[in-house]
């Protein structure tokens, strides 16, 4: 399969502003209204999102007293979403993607009613929660590959970073917000609110893909019908574009060996005391790292050597994540300046990471020809849903044995000579040019 080159979004309205931003730049809201239409229905669709996972968690563990059972509604959303996001690819790469997005958005507003009726009805049926949430995995795994292909065909490509960084930063936000609001409308109204906040922000949502102009696929030599054959072309094509399958690597690396949310439950149980409120800080410190790297990010627009960005970024999150196992192995137990530490090293880690998915993501859409841009953001969803819950295994299981802070120090050093080794083993990523994308 011989690909055309990769078609990135409308002519720019201009040259690149020269000038260095040193806030996020903002020029695609401004200047593209379909893009700031769904950035704005996506942004407050994230928030109602993390207010459901938050609440469904809740509502699960006071029907059960388990926190297996909570840990079960994991299980029940990874699944389709891992199953489905191949499929999901092709299926957007098959047809119109505005159509395809506004399908599954559709499908996700309804069953985020129909979580809200069944605590609204009292139903009180742990399996009815587990299969609601398992249906809107799916219907996620098809709705995000739409998404996330559509962007490149309504943003011009020198302000794509500027895109993603908006999108991540938002992202991040909802993780921080959405918890939060969780808690404040469980507690004062019950779970009711809060999955009824949610269907109604998701409106927003559905109003920025319906106002998108029509994109039909663009057709490629190979097959143009969703299905396996269509998957196996995408997955081939990956297997011969090192610097697009790097973007995947790199990540992995951060992702298996260096997630170290897992840890925080028995840190704030012991290591660090506090409990809940240990647990929820460590997890804002992180998110809060992601935020910041979104607000400054506009001198991110003028890098052309993303890739050698990329590598770095991802050393940078290891190192980070290494000195956090540091400071808990080196740093005395109950020293009030510990947990200030971690928090600011989980920072650094947030933010790193938000950069290096800033780029991997335009990387992705700028050097992925717009044929097979959706089954790579199938690809991409498999990664990014699969990778965090294998490195919770991985620094879970390493903790058991060894303890919470060689675990991470262990898991970032791991993190970092992995990914060095693979910028040694693929040097030509480390020169990816912005400017003269090659896959």
Not at 12 to 37: H, I, K
């Amino acid at each position: 399969m011989s690909p055309p080159p990769a078609r990135s979004g409308p002519p720019s309205p201009g040259p690149a502003p020269t000038r260095r931003r040193f806030l996020v730049d903002t020029t695609p809201l401004r200047e593209v209204p379909a893009f700031r239409r769904l950035w704005v229905g996506q942004s407050l669709a994230a928030i109602g999102t993390q207010l459901t996972v938050v609440t469904v968690g809740l509502q699960v563990y006071s029907l059960t007293s388990s926190t297996f059972a909570v840990g079960l509604v994991g299980i029940f959303a990874l699944v389709p979403l891992v199953g489905l996001g191949l499929y999901g690819g092709s299926l957007v790469d098959a047809h119109d993607r505005r159509r395809v997005a506004l399908f599954a958005s559709v499908g996700l507003w309804v069953l985020s009613i129909a979580i809200a009726a069944q605590a609204w009805a009292h139903l009180d049926s742990v399996g009815l929660l587990y299969g609601l949430v398992a249906l809107q995995s799916a219907a996620f795994a098809i709705n995000n590959p739409a998404r996330s292909a559509i962007v490149p065909g309504i943003v011009p490509r020198a302000v794509l970073p500027a895109a993603n960084a908006l999108s991540g930063m938002t992202n991040a936000i909802a993780l921080t917000i959405g918890p939060l609001l969780a808690g404040l409308l469980v507690g004062a109204w019950g779970f009711q609110a809060a999955y009824t906040v949610d269907a109604v922000t998701f409106v927003a949502a559905l109003a920025g893909v319906h106002g998108l102009p029509a994109m039909p696929p663009e057709v490629l030599g190979g097959s143009q019908r969703p299905g396996l054959r269509s998957v196996l072309e995408g997955i081939r094509f990956l297997g011969t574009r090192p610097n697009i399958r790097m973007t995947f690597l790199a990540d992995l690396c951060a992702m298996v060996f260096a997630m170290p949310r897992v840890l925080y439950p028995a840190l704030g149980a012991a290591e660090l005391g506090g409990g809940a409120r240990t647990v929820g800080i460590l997890g804002a410190g992180f998110a809060l790292g992601s935020v910041l790297a979104g607000l400054f990010s506009g001198p991110l627009g003028s890098v052309r050597r993303q890739g050698a960005v990329v590598i770095g970024c991802v050393a940078v999150y290891g190192v980070s994540v290494a000195a956090f196992g540091a400071v808990l192995v080196l740093v005395p137990q109950g020293a009030s300046v510990k947990l200030v530490l971690c928090v600011l090293l989980l920072a650094v880690s947030g933010a790193a990471d938000a950069v290096s998915s800033i780029f991997r993501g335009t990387i992705l859409q700028v050097a992925t020809p717009d044929a097979l841009r959706g089954r790579l953001q199938g690809v991409f969803i498999v990664v990014v849903a699969g990778g965090p819950r294998l490195g919770d295994l991985v620094l879970g299981s390493t903790a058991s044995g060894v303890g919470e802070g060689f675990a991470a120090l262990a898991g970032g050093t791991a993190c970092v000579v992995a990914v060095l080794s693979l910028a040694r083993w693929q040097r030509r990523f480390l020169h990816y040019d912005a400017r003269n994308p090659r896959p």
